[in-house]
C-alpha cells in the first residue's frame, strides 16, 4: 500500500511496488469485511525492511477480485492500502526511553525500534555507576543523570535492517544531546 508521513518521523507517502495480498479461508457474506479484518491484524505492528514498522493502516484503497489457489481451500485477495510507518535514517535525532543501563552503554526504545548506545559514544565527563541503586551513567558533578525510564535525545549513527526487523545504533556525543529535562 501507499504510507503516508504525519511527522518528520514517519515518514513519506510512496507507493510500494507490491499490494498486500489476504489469504481468506471463510467465504462469507461479510466477505469485504473479513478481508479489512485480517489486513488490519496482518499488517499493523509488523516490519519489514523495506518500509519500516507499519504503525497503522489509514486507508483502504481498493480490494481486488480474489483468485481461488486451487488444491488449498483458500482465496487470495490483493489489497491496495495506506499506512503510516516508521523507518528511522541514518543522522535523525530522536527522542528515547532508556530501557537498561551497564557498563557497555545504554539500552533504548524509540516507539518499536531498539537503539543501543555504546559507552564510548556517551561524553567522556559521564561514567558508568555501577554501585548506584539503578545503576546510570553521570556527570562527576551529578549535575546529570541517566538512568532507566529517564527521556533523552540521541542521532541515530547506523541502522542494521533485517527482513523482519530494524535495529538502530545511537550517539549522544553533540551538543543538545542526552537527558531530555
Same mark, same amino acid.
Given at each position: ?18 499490494? #498486500? ?33 507499519? $504503525? ?6 481498493? $480490494?481486488?477480485?480474489?483468485? @481461488? !489457489? ?10 491496495? &492500502?495506506?499506512?503510516?510507518v516508521f523507518r528511522p ?7 528515547? $526511553?532508556?530501557? !537498561?543501563?551497564?557498563? @557497555?552503554? @545504554?539500552?533504548? !526504545? ?5 537503539c543501543f548506545i555504546s559507552?564510548? #559514544? ?9 554501585? #548506584?541503586?539503578?545503576?546510570? &551513567? ?8 541517566? !538512568? ?34
Amino acid at each position: 500500500g501507499e504510507i503516508i508521513n504525519p511527522s518528520s518521523t514517519y515518514h513519506p507517502l510512496f507507493s510500494p511496488s507490491t499490494n #498486500s495480498r489476504m489469504v481468506i479461508t471463510c467465504l462469507d457474506p461479510n466477505l469485504l469485511e473479513t478481508v479489512k479484518k485480517k489486513l488490519f491484524t496482518e499488517v499493523e505492528g509488523t516490519c519489514t525492511g523495506k518500509h519500516g514498522f507499519v $504503525i497503522a493502516v489509514t486507508t483502504i484503497d481498493n $480490494i481486488g477480485l480474489g483468485m @481461488l !489457489q486451487p488444491g488449498r481451500g483458500v482465496a487470495l485477495y490483493p489489497v491496495k &492500502y495506506k499506512a503510516i510507518v516508521f523507518r528511522p535514517f541514518k543522522g535523525e535525532i530522536l527522542d528515547a $526511553i532508556v530501557t !537498561q543501563v551497564n557498563k @557497555l552503554g @545504554l539500552f533504548t !526504545q524509540i516507539g518499536p525500534l531498539s537503539c543501543f548506545i555504546s559507552r564510548h #559514544s556517551i561524553p567522556p565527563e559521564m561514567e558508568f555507576d555501577p554501585n #548506584s541503586t539503578p545503576p546510570c &551513567y553521570r556527570t562527576t558533578e551529578s549535575d546529570v543523570v541517566i !538512568q532507566e525510564g529517564n527521556y533523552i535525545r540521541v542521532r541515530i549513527v547506523g541502522t542494521r535492517v533485517d527482513a523482519n526487523d530494524i535495529f538502530a545504533v545511537g550517539s549522544l556525543m553533540e551538543d543538545y544531546l542526552g537527558l531530555i529535562s
